[in-house]
């Protein structure tokens, strides 16, 4: 398709419109599409508008916007739509002109707007050479918002900050942030005061130990400390002024502060709840949240504009009483080894269902404030790329979310298994704007990246479906949970039916690439059994990790295989019995799912 003329009546020094002119040249002219119906188009900003729209008139093709990036969302709506491009992975567009709809004269498309406001990623790995096409395939699924460490956000280039604001894309510095905000190498010695107090001595910082700084945390109840906490992240906003959101959530795990005053805010006799994984400690909401309120509080008056984030995880997963999320404030709600068998909506489901009544306690806490969703639509970082196919029941909870009032839907990913997770990541960004049960998007999906054999597409993601759910009603998303309760047989039909469905398709595919998952899983799975009859050790381990790390293709996010499989090592030379990743209070859950699970 050649469009000789496109006229833009926003602003000329717009980058964002600058960027959807030249992206409708481009993909106009790539698809292979002769038209001579259309020889021009037109961007009308229409601020009154709700969302953007396309159409046709006298022969000219109109796409009508309120904001900027609604140009740009226009654009590659209407190649998806009646050009048969098929934006499912970064770098990894599908382009089946089959699929290509008419155009006619009148309405395409609109008004369109998301059903979620804040939608996007979880970046928990440095910025790349990849960053780029995920900073377009973010924009071209209408992605908006990604969250990362605040050690890689500073190591971010100005030019890749601009890349991503073009494509409308905000990044919240943050995550895991205690020892950022107050590192021990800097204040251990000066004030060993700000740090946690256990067994009636104050904590020694240990960077060194592990990233997270598992259970070690701050004397949050220490003034002098929220004071420190609030003077940092204000010289931080001077410093970053592009940077609207700013954490303040926890190191992770658990560790909290006994001193005196803190114990004041937690009664040692109750305790977490066993869905989230803390029914071995007591919970934190109440000294978590009156140090956000706090911090929020004197950071509107220093840093006026910037926005406060905090998690809802494990022991704080609930508002303690009379917590308030307020303006500027947004809580990310995080429902840590949910189970995947089940939609959040579903009642019969004790894990999901209590984690939906935490969730809308936060709605409810809400006074102007916002709640976001920290979702794990690839399981959780070491689940390592064992099925979780979630397709439906992502449309359905986009719906349940956007009828409670929650703002934002955010997934943590990893690009090197996006073939094992990246139809969940696209049908997500598609539920974000889709109000009905997505078998429209789906269908579509399936019949551009799979053409001829979407149907045996279907059917073998069918197939992986059943496998996760022959594991028992409930599935908790760590490798022991599906694979002690799984048959290799049903591994072994599932990699044939890959090889099958992959015949013809060109390397670099989707369904070129899912015989080498299938194949992994496979080998995965033979070799849990084995060490489970005593026929596999360290050696046989250590060969796989050598077989995984040549598999070059986007299966395996290879820095979490080292930390599980470095574990199950440490295990066969302990003679220990190997669970998941050698913590105590994990395992002792583990061991209670082997019951309550089955």
């Given at each position: 398709?050649?469009?000789?003329?496109?006229?833009?009546?926003?602003?000329?020094t717009?980058?964002?419109?600058?960027?959807?002119?030249?992206?409708?040249?481009?993909?106009?002219?790539?698809?292979?599409?002769?038209?001579?119906?259309?020889?021009?188009?037109?961007?009308?900003?229409?601020?009154?508008?709700?969302?953007?729209?396309?159409?046709?008139?006298?022969?000219?093709?109109?796409?009508?916007?309120?904001?900027?990036i609604?140009?740009?969302?226009?654009?590659?709506?209407?190649?998806?739509?009646?050009?048969?491009?098929?934006?499912?992975?970064?770098?990894?567009?599908?382009?089946?002109p089959?699929?290509?709809?008419k155009?006619?004269?009148?309405?395409?498309?609109?008004?369109?707007?998301?059903?979620i406001?804040?939608?996007?990623?979880?970046?928990?790995?440095?910025?790349?050479?990849?960053?780029?096409i995920?900073?377009?395939?973010?924009?071209?699924?209408k992605?908006?918002?990604?969250?990362?460490?605040?050690?890689?956000?500073?190591?971010?280039?100005?030019?890749?900050?601009?890349?991503?604001?073009?494509?409308?894309?905000?990044?919240?510095?943050?995550?895991?942030?205690?020892s950022?905000?107050?590192?021990?190498?800097?204040?251990?010695?000066?004030?060993?005061?700000?740090?946690?107090?256990?067994?009636?001595?104050?904590?020694?910082?240990?960077?060194?130990?592990?990233?997270?700084?598992?259970?070690?945390?701050?004397?949050t109840?220490?003034?002098?400390?929220?004071?420190?906490?609030?003077?940092?992240?204000?010289?931080?906003?001077?410093?970053?002024?592009?940077?609207?959101?700013?954490?303040?959530?926890?190191?992770?795990?658990?560790?909290?502060c006994?001193?005196?005053?803190?114990?004041?805010?937690?009664?040692?006799?109750?305790?977490?709840?066993?869905?989230?994984?803390?029914?071995?400690?007591?919970?934190?909401?109440?000294?978590?949240?009156?140090?956000?309120?706090?911090?929020?509080?004197?950071?509107?008056?220093?840093?006026?504009?910037?926005?406060?984030?905090?998690?809802a995880?494990?022991?704080?997963?609930?508002p303690?009483?009379?917590?308030?999320?307020?303006?500027?404030?947004?809580?990310h709600?995080?429902?840590?080894?949910?189970?995947?068998?089940?939609?959040?909506?579903?009642?019969?489901?004790?894990?999901?269902?209590?984690?939906?009544?935490?969730?809308?306690?936060?709605?409810?806490?809400k006074?102007?404030?916002?709640?976001?969703?920290?979702?794990y639509?690839?399981?959780?970082?070491?689940?390592?790329?064992?099925?979780?196919?979630?397709?439906?029941?992502?449309?359905?909870?986009?719906?349940?979310?956007?009828?409670?009032?929650?703002?934002?839907?955010?997934?943590?990913?990893?690009?090197?298994?996006?073939?094992?997770?990246?139809?969940?990541?696209?049908?997500?960004a598609?539920?974000?704007?889709?109000?009905?049960?997505?078998?429209?998007?789906?269908?579509?999906?399936?019949?551009?990246?799979?053409?001829?054999?979407?149907?045996?597409?279907?059917?073998?993601?069918?197939?992986?479906?059943?496998?996760?759910?022959?594991a028992?009603?409930?599935?908790?998303?760590?490798?022991?949970a599906?694979?002690?309760?799984?048959?290799?047989?049903?591994?072994?039909?599932?990699?044939?039916?890959?090889?099958?469905?992959?015949?013809?398709?060109?390397?670099?595919?989707?369904?070129?690439?899912?015989?080498f998952?299938?194949?992994?899983?496979?080998?995965?799975?033979?070799?849990?059994?084995?060490?489970?009859?005593?026929?596999a050790?360290?050696?046989?381990?250590?060969?796989?990790?050598?077989?995984?790390?040549?598999?070059?293709?986007?299966?395996?996010?290879?820095?979490?295989?080292?930390?599980?499989?470095?574990?199950?090592?440490?295990?066969?030379?302990?003679?220990?019995?190997?669970?998941h990743?050698?913590?105590?209070?994990?395992?002792?859950?583990?061991?209670?799912?082997?019951?309550?699970?089955?």
């Amino acid at each position: 398709m050649f469009i000789s003329k496109i006229l833009c009546n926003g602003k000329r020094t717009s980058k964002t419109l600058t960027l959807a002119v030249s992206e409708l040249k481009k993909l106009a002219a790539d698809c292979g599409i002769n038209s001579k119906k259309i020889i021009s188009a037109e961007f009308r900003h229409c601020p009154e508008a709700e969302g953007y729209s396309a159409r046709v008139e006298s022969k000219k093709l109109i796409f009508g916007y309120m904001q900027e990036i609604d140009a740009l969302y226009a654009v590659y709506d209407f190649a998806s739509d009646y050009l048969g491009y098929c934006f499912w992975g970064p770098g990894k567009s599908v382009l089946a002109p089959a699929s290509a709809l008419k155009i006619e004269d009148g309405l395409l498309f609109g008004p369109r707007k998301p059903l979620i406001k804040r939608r996007g990623f979880i970046q928990e790995f440095p910025f790349n050479k990849d960053s780029r096409i995920l900073a377009d395939w973010m924009a071209k699924n209408k992605l908006n918002y990604l969250l990362v460490w605040m050690k890689y956000y500073d190591k971010m280039s100005p030019q890749l900050k601009q890349y991503f604001n073009v494509r409308g894309i905000e990044i919240e510095s943050g995550h895991h942030n205690f020892s950022y905000w107050i590192p021990g190498e800097k204040y251990a010695r000066s004030n060993p005061d700000f740090f946690a107090m256990k067994d009636g001595e104050r904590i020694k910082p240990s960077p060194g130990k592990s990233e997270l700084l598992l259970s070690e945390q701050l004397c949050t109840t220490n003034p002098e400390l929220r004071r420190e906490i609030v003077k940092r992240m204000a010289e931080y906003r001077k410093n970053n002024p592009e940077v609207k959101t700013l954490s303040l959530i926890p190191n992770d795990g658990f560790g909290w502060c006994e001193c005196e005053k803190c114990s004041k805010f937690y009664d040692k006799n109750k305790k977490g709840g066993f869905y989230s994984v803390s029914e071995h400690v007591y919970k934190a909401g109440r000294i978590y949240h009156d140090m956000v309120a706090d911090v929020a509080s004197q950071l509107s008056e220093k840093s006026s504009g910037t926005n406060l984030t905090l998690c809802a995880y494990v022991n704080y997963c609930a508002p303690s009483p009379g917590f308030k999320l307020k303006e500027n404030m947004a809580v990310h709600f995080a429902p840590y080894w949910r189970c995947i068998n089940h939609s959040v909506g579903e009642k019969s489901c004790y894990t999901n269902s209590s984690y939906l009544k935490d969730l809308k306690a936060w709605l409810a806490a809400k006074k102007g404030g916002e709640v976001n969703i920290y979702e794990y639509y690839m399981g959780v970082n070491l689940y390592l790329s064992l099925p979780m196919v979630h397709h439906e029941q992502i449309f359905e909870e986009a719906a349940l979310y956007h009828k409670l009032g929650v703002d934002g839907l955010l997934t943590q990913f990893h690009l090197p298994h996006w073939t094992a997770y990246g139809l969940n990541f696209y049908m997500m960004a598609k539920a974000c704007w889709n109000s009905d049960s997505g078998k429209q998007e789906i269908d579509a999906a399936f019949n551009k990246i799979f053409g001829a054999k979407a149907s045996d597409a279907k059917k073998f993601y069918r197939m992986l479906r059943k496998l996760q759910e022959s594991a028992g009603k409930c599935l908790i998303p760590y490798p022991r949970a599906l694979l002690l309760r799984t048959k290799a047989s049903d591994y072994r039909k599932i990699h044939d039916a890959a090889k099958k469905l992959a015949a013809g398709f060109p390397e670099g595919s989707l369904p070129a690439e899912l015989p080498f998952w299938t194949e992994y899983l496979l080998k995965f799975k033979t070799l849990f059994d084995d060490y489970h009859n005593a026929k596999a050790g360290e050696k046989e381990i250590e060969a796989f990790i050598r077989w995984c790390k040549k598999l070059k293709h986007s299966v395996l996010v290879e820095g979490k295989l080292d930390y599980l499989f470095g574990a199950w090592l440490e295990c066969l030379k302990s003679n220990k019995e190997w669970l998941h990743f050698n913590l105590d209070w994990e395992d002792d859950y583990i061991r209670r799912h082997d019951k309550s699970l089955n």
